[in-house]
């Protein structure tokens, strides 16, 4: 098999765990049904992966860089008509919740699921989490703003919070709420 075959069915099947897992959750969806939906042997994926915990994993680096690429992309685009990069963040996530899929954070939603708080992809959760509060800090550091480490860390709980406000609503409202919430700690 060409190498082009293997790395598409390689990433067909983490595109289509990346789909299901989202909507129905990571320990809801079996792997019979990750092979179905993909169109491949069970073989195949177990080339690819040494186990569902694995594809996890493989999953949520993925879904990782997609969303890095998405908040990039959103951002640049509410930059370039005139925001600030807080305003932008909250924008990008307004955007995001307004998705007709939107199912909450995938890394909260895994973590929660992960009972096991050393499992790799339960880390992994953290990692990004962590990676998203630095950019936070960044954001809130290049304002100048006094104290930016405390009024960061506000920032985020703003924005974890929109992020769950948003699902048990069923509303992108959380992501306004919160950008006058953090545009208020950046005043003061």
């Known amino acids: 098999m060409s190498q082009s075959r293997k790395s598409s069915a390689r990433q067909r099947i983490i595109e289509t765990a990346e789909e299901l897992f989202y909507a129905e959750g990571v320990r809801a969806v079996g792997i019979d049904r990750i092979i179905a939906e993909a169109k491949v042997a069970k073989m195949t994926l177990y080339n690819h992966f040494a186990s569902k915990d694995e594809l996890i994993l493989a999953v949520l680096k993925y879904r990782e860089e997609e969303f890095d690429d998405f908040l990039d992309a959103t951002m640049n685009e509410f930059q370039a008509k005139g925001e600030s990069r807080l305003e932008a963040l909250f924008s990008a996530l307004k955007t995001w919740f307004e998705s007709p899929n939107f199912r909450g954070c995938s890394f909260i939603n895994a973590k929660v699921e992960l009972a096991d708080p050393e499992h790799p992809a339960s880390v992994f959760c953290s990692h990004h989490k962590r990676q998203f509060q630095k950019l936070i800090r960044e954001i809130v550091a290049s304002n100048g703003t006094p104290q930016s480490e405390s009024v960061a860390a506000a920032i985020g709980l703003l924005v974890e919070g929109a992020i769950i406000m948003a699902v048990?609503?069923?509303?992108?409202?959380?992501?306004?709420?919160?950008?006058?919430?953090?545009?208020?700690?950046?005043?003061?």
Do not use: V
């Open 168 to 188: 048990m609503q069923q509303s992108a409202e959380p992501a306004e709420i919160a950008r006058q919430a953090a545009l208020k700690l950046i005043a003061a």
